[in-house]
């Protein structure tokens, strides 16, 4: 028999929700390159305002998906659960058959 403890899945719940937008996971994908980028980079590509890019930022943040480096006045940021990228090809190759 199967005991389900309520708070069992609460963090990774809480990773699959912020993944859970298209700009979220695009930013995501662009952080797979290994690479550290500004929030700039991401305002532009995308075309929307900076606070809303910096809510997105936030999600991914406080669901320790990323984590950021603040440097004067920029902040930088990459990927510190890169092993999502793996569920996400995952899904991609299963979309793809």
Same mark, same amino acid.
């Given at each position: 028999?199967?005991?389900?403890?309520?708070?069992?899945?609460? /963090?990774? !719940?809480? $990773?699959?929700?912020? %993944?859970?937008?298209?700009?979220?996971?695009? @930013?995501?994908?662009?952080?797979?390159? &290994?690479?550290?980028?500004?929030?700039?980079?991401?305002?532009?590509?995308?075309?929307? /305002?900076? !606070?809303? $890019?910096?809510?997105? %930022?936030?999600?991914?943040?406080?669901?320790? @998906?990323?984590?950021?480096?603040?440097? &004067?006045?920029?902040?930088?940021?990459?990927?510190?659960?890169?092993?999502?990228?793996?569920?996400?090809?995952?899904?991609?190759?299963?979309?793809?058959?």
């Amino acid at each position: 028999m199967l005991i389900y403890e309520k708070d069992c899945c609460k /963090k990774e !719940a809480e $990773v699959f929700k912020a %993944l859970g937008h298209p700009i979220r996971l695009w @930013i995501v994908k662009q952080l797979a390159d &290994g690479m550290e980028h500004c929030v700039c980079e991401f305002v532009n590509a995308v075309g929307v /305002k900076f !606070a809303t $890019v910096s809510q997105h %930022l936030t999600i991914l943040k406080n669901a320790g @998906i990323i984590i950021d480096d603040k440097r &004067g006045k920029q902040v930088y940021y990459r990927l510190s659960c890169p092993c999502i990228l793996n569920t996400i090809e995952c899904i991609n190759k299963k979309q793809a058959e």
